[in-house]
């Protein structure tokens, strides 16, 4: 059972997608075979991309992880969505809360001393693509996040995706405030 602090699903919202109805809602175990689709088939525009940064995940026992990943799904400070139309997996996003650090006070960074909000995932299956499924689910990781006292929304993703960047800043309004820098020590 979901804890009472993330009666999320309690409050499903039914959305049109041109002629589809999709849902929003918590991630269930059995969401796992549908999940791990969507993440092959991302994976996959990321290989084409940028083969040196990216690969196709393992795919042998990755369902099974997924479906025992309930105790991080379920924990009070992380959150797993799914956007789900008619059994299929639309759309799937994880986030965390991320609360002030305890060094804080100490640091120039802002944002370390409040509650920040981190979504670490969010991808839509190729056949939903630019239909809202992603703008949903962020939003409603948004949602959650505000109302658990997160006053920022943190993410990042590969700079020259031609998705995910306009997703990001175009559609979303998220701005950018840093830069990984990475090179092969060799
Ligand atoms: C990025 C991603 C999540 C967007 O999902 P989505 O459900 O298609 O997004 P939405 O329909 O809610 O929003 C669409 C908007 O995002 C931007 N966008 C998405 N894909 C785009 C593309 N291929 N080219 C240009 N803009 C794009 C546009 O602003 C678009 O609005 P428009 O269709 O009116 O031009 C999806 O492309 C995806 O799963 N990509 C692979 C995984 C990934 O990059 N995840 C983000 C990093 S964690």
């Given at each position: 059972m979901f804890q009472s602090n993330r009666r999320f699903a309690a409050r499903n919202t039914g959305r049109r997608l041109g002629a589809m109805a999709f849902t929003i809602r918590e991630a269930r175990d059995d969401d796992a075979a549908g999940i791990v689709r969507l993440g092959q088939e991302n994976s996959a525009h990321y290989v084409r991309l940028a083969p040196e940064h990216f690969r196709v995940p393992d795919q042998e026992g990755l369902v099974e992880f997924i479906e025992n990943d309930r105790e991080w799904r379920e924990g009070k400070d992380t959150l797993a969505l799914v956007a789900e139309d008619k059994g299929a997996i639309a759309g799937y996003l994880e986030a965390s809360l991320q609360q002030p650090d305890e060094t804080a006070r100490w640091?120039?960074?802002?944002?370390?001393?409040q509650i920040r909000l981190l979504i670490n995932y969010v991808g839509t299956a190729d056949a939903y693509k630019r239909q809202g499924v992603a703008t949903e689910l962020v939003q409603a990781a948004e949602r959650w996040g505000r109302e658990r006292g997160a006053v920022v929304a943190l993410c990042d993703t590969l700079i020259d995706s031609p998705m995910s960047v306009p997703f990001w800043?175009?559609?979303?309004g998220y701005r950018r405030r840093a830069i990984i820098f990475r090179k092969l020590l060799e």
């Amino acid at each position: 059972m979901f804890q009472s602090n993330r009666r999320f699903a309690a409050r499903n919202t039914g959305r049109r997608l041109g002629a589809m109805a999709f849902t929003i809602r918590e991630a269930r175990d059995d969401d796992a075979a549908g999940i791990v689709r969507l993440g092959q088939e991302n994976s996959a525009h990321y290989v084409r991309l940028a083969p040196e940064h990216f690969r196709v995940p393992d795919q042998e026992g990755l369902v099974e992880f997924i479906e025992n990943d309930r105790e991080w799904r379920e924990g009070k400070d992380t959150l797993a969505l799914v956007a789900e139309d008619k059994g299929a997996i639309a759309g799937y996003l994880e986030a965390s809360l991320q609360q002030p650090d305890e060094t804080a006070r100490w640091q120039a960074q802002r944002d370390l001393s409040q509650i920040r909000l981190l979504i670490n995932y969010v991808g839509t299956a190729d056949a939903y693509k630019r239909q809202g499924v992603a703008t949903e689910l962020v939003q409603a990781a948004e949602r959650w996040g505000r109302e658990r006292g997160a006053v920022v929304a943190l993410c990042d993703t590969l700079i020259d995706s031609p998705m995910s960047v306009p997703f990001w800043e175009q559609r979303m309004g998220y701005r950018r405030r840093a830069i990984i820098f990475r090179k092969l020590l060799e």
